[in-house]
């Protein structure tokens, strides 16, 4: 899944932990978890879907991108 694999390079990239390239893979699985919510958007029929992504659109704003 693109939100584990998300979780697991922003967790070594806050640790500094340099197992590969985390900061390189992190902002790579961010661009590709957009394009796929965009694309979810886009094609959504249902009014519970739309909460839904507007659910998980609010959740990703108040996330920061790469850890301090």
Avoid: C
Avoid at 3 to 20: F, P, S, V
Avoid at 47 to 68: G, R
């Amino acid at each position: 899944m693109i939100t584990q694999r998300i979780l697991k390079d922003y967790a070594l990239a806050g640790m500094h932990i340099e197992l590969g390239d985390p900061a390189g893979d992190l902002k790579n699985l961010i661009a590709l978890f957009d394009s796929s919510l965009a694309d979810l958007k886009q094609f959504s029929t249902s009014d519970e879907l739309n909460k839904s992504l507007a659910s998980i659109v609010s959740a990703q704003e108040s996330t920061p991108v790469f850890p301090t």
